[in-house]
């Protein structure tokens, strides 16, 4: 078990001694699309979302077990969905903005043909909503990340502050997102790259949907804080967070910038997400 404490009698005659032990994944090893971040793998690279033939059952497993490359799917013929540079083509019919799908006809397991996946050299996803980036992950055999996780796999980034149009995250692109792994500088201390800036992204974690940001202070910087309730014309609807700003957000965005301003079911086109096991 991952997380937990168990117990190891270390010796025992008339009394036994009960020793606690720290249980912990010390040999995980992570798929080549993600690092070892603590005891869970994180994709490298922000998702880029393809639809695969559905009797190209080889190409799904190579993705689902993160040994997919752009050769392999442009070659398996995967068609790239919604890169922030257009969001299009967008998402076929049988895989809605509600995250919930039917089956592509012969899919065998069933899935609706939509996987999301992390490689380098590739425009990140855009305009999906929190439910289909979670379904998009789950059908990658993957997860959304946590909050706490994405805090814990973005240390390190550089804070926004310059963007020189090379190496730097990308703040300050006008209107658009980079390829990911495109920006070196860009890097968190574990090997992850692009946490601030190019696009939002996802995580798991719901909260009540802000009505305003303010910027975080004492040490922190001016990473943007849109965070709690009430929300919009006084009811508690849901925002789920977006973390780490976008290409849109200059100085705003940063490893501290959270937001929850956007509903689950809401799409933009600064917002993707990333995945993790």
Request: glycine share 16%; charged share 5%.
């Given at each position: 078990m991952k997380g937990v404490r168990g117990y190891i009698v270390v010796g025992c005659t008339a009394v036994c001694v009960v020793a606690a032990v720290p249980v912990t994944a010390g040999t995980l090893k992570c798929p080549p699309d993600s690092v070892k971040v603590g005891n869970n793998c994180i994709d490298t690279y922000e998702a880029s979302v393809?639809?695969?033939?559905?009797?190209?059952?080889?190409?799904?497993?190579?993705?689902?077990?993160?040994?997919?490359?752009?050769?392999?799917?442009?070659?398996?013929?995967?068609?790239?969905?919604?890169?922030?540079?257009?969001?299009?083509?967008?998402?076929?019919?049988?895989?809605?903005?509600?995250?919930?799908?039917?089956?592509?006809?012969?899919?065998?397991?069933?899935?609706?043909g939509v996987y999301a996946v992390s490689i380098p050299g590739v425009q990140p996803n855009a305009c999906i909503t929190w439910f289909q980036a979670n379904q998009a992950c789950l059908l990658s055999g993957k997860r959304l990340l946590t909050n706490r996780e994405w805090q814990g796999a973005a240390a390190g980034t550089p804070d926004s502050g310059t963007d020189n149009g090379t190496t730097d995250c990308n703040i300050s692109t006008a209107g658009d997102a980079v390829n990911t792994g495109s920006r070196s500088n860009c890097k968190s201390s574990w090997g992850v790259f692009d946490m601030v800036g190019n696009v939002d992204e996802w995580v798991a974690d719901w909260a009540?949907?802000?009505?305003?940001?303010?910027?975080?202070?004492?040490?922190?910087?001016?990473?943007?804080?849109?965070?709690?309730?009430?929300?919009?014309?006084?009811?508690?609807?849901?925002?789920?967070?977006?973390?780490?700003?976008?290409?849109?957000?200059?100085?705003?965005?940063?490893?501290?910038?959270?937001?929850?301003?956007?509903?689950?079911?809401?799409?933009?086109?600064d917002v993707g997400f990333r995945c993790a096991r």
């Open positions: 393809w639809l695969i033939p559905p009797s190209n059952t080889s190409l799904e497993k190579l993705v689902q077990s993160g040994k997919a490359t752009l050769a392999k799917l442009t070659a398996g013929g995967a068609t790239q969905l919604s890169p922030s540079s257009s969001c299009s083509p967008g998402y076929p019919a049988n895989f809605p903005n509600t995250g919930n799908w039917t089956p592509a006809l012969g899919s065998n397991p069933p899935s609706p009540d949907l802000a009505n305003g940001c303010t910027n975080w202070s004492a040490g922190f910087g001016s990473d943007v804080s849109c965070f709690g309730g009430p929300g919009g014309s006084g009811f508690n609807l849901p925002g789920a967070l977006l973390r780490g700003g976008s290409f849109s957000d200059g100085t705003n965005a940063g490893v501290f910038a959270v937001s929850a301003l956007g509903g689950p079911s809401n799409s933009f086109s």
